[in-house]
């Protein structure tokens, strides 16, 4: 049997261990000549900021956006969730305004009028027996196999039981969510996105706005993305809010509209790694034989798969 060699090379041999190796993009980052998605404004540009839901779970009773409509400076508003959608999650765009400088848009967010009915929520996901006696947690897919409950009573097991579990974790990127778009034609789109998908990109803007009714196709989109201000797994979609730049900016006559996250929305809602976790009882023989396993997991995953393991693992 032939066996592995698994020496260093030898050190007037290495190309690259041990040496100091410079980053193509070092000179472009460190002198700041970097053009990032939020340095990208084309002639034109216009801002667009978010009117938020401010609670966990709720139904959208009433709104206005007249007053918004009629602010000089606004070229677009959208309306994300109508009179009689229910709202997820706190933070979910309601209304998205598109306007000639960034105070113009946020005074038009302000000059939207929304009432909402408040609906039940979980708080303290941790808490699962809080989570059952509500019915919000329970999907159907439990399944048992033997019985364990012998097991557990055998007098020869020893029984081990704990809870584990870790929150919501955000990813806080140092450039936020957002992109800008224009639309150089009725059915030609041009993004700038700040992603780690950019090949990706036409084909989920082309998939989104055909969802939205808009006609494009996808060999007319272009993404590009020079450099991205950290992302670690939660840029990979334009995500709903590209969407609707790109929509916003066809209201606006095809005008650029760029559309970036503003902090406390970004840690709402712009991108996290679910909660997950799991109480585990298990019961083995004396030699470290396992003979069962009974547990309950759960996460956050708001209205999508919450992505917590599958357990036993």
């Not at 592995?4 to 000549?33: F, T």
């Not at 929304?114 to 329970?138: F, I, M, S």
């Not at 095809?254 to 902090?263: E, F, K, S, T, Y």
């Amino acid at each position: 049997m032939a066996t592995c060699k698994y020496d260093w090379p030898a050190a007037d041999h290495r190309e690259l261990i041990g040496k100091s190796i410079e980053r193509l993009d070092g000179p472009e980052k460190s002198s700041g000549r970097a053009k990032y998605t939020y340095d990208t404004n084309p002639p034109g540009r216009l801002i667009a900021k978010i009117c938020s839901c401010p609670y966990a779970h709720a139904k959208v009773t009433s709104l206005d956006t007249s007053a918004a409509q009629k602010l000089p400076g606004v070229k677009a508003v959208l309306v994300v969730h109508p009179v009689g959608d229910e709202i997820q999650w706190a933070g979910d765009e309601v209304v998205v305004v598109a306007a000639t400088t960034e105070e113009i848009a946020e005074d038009a967010v302000r000059l939207v009028k929304v009432e909402y009915e408040q609906l039940p929520h979980l708080v303290r996901e941790e808490d699962l027996k809080k989570a059952e006696a509500a019915g919000r947690t329970k999907d159907g897919g439990e399944s048992t196999t033997g019985e364990p409950s012998k097991a557990f009573a055998d007098p020869d097991s020893v029984v081990s039981e704990g809870f584990y579990g870790l929150p919501v974790i955000t990813h806080c990127c140092l450039e936020s969510h957002g992109s800008v778009t224009m639309w150089t034609d009725p059915k030609t789109l041009k993004t700038w996105v700040s992603t780690q998908n950019v090949s990706g990109g036409p084909g989920q803007f082309g998939q989104g706005l055909r969802l939205k009714k808009v006609e494009v196709e996808d060999n007319n989109i272009e993404t590009t993305c020079q450099y991205i201000g950290g992302g670690f797994g939660s840029k990979f979609s334009p995500d709903r809010w590209g969407i609707e730049a790109a929509q916003l900016s066809r209201m606006a006559r095809g005008a650029p509209v760029r559309l970036m996250l503003d902090r406390d929305i970004e840690l709402e809602m712009a991108g996290a790694r679910p909660s997950a976790y799991a109480k585990v009882r298990v019961a083995a023989k004396k030699d470290g034989t396992l003979t069962a396993w009974d547990s309950d997991s759960w996460g956050t995953g708001g209205p999508g798969p919450a992505g917590h393991p599958p357990l036993p693992y």
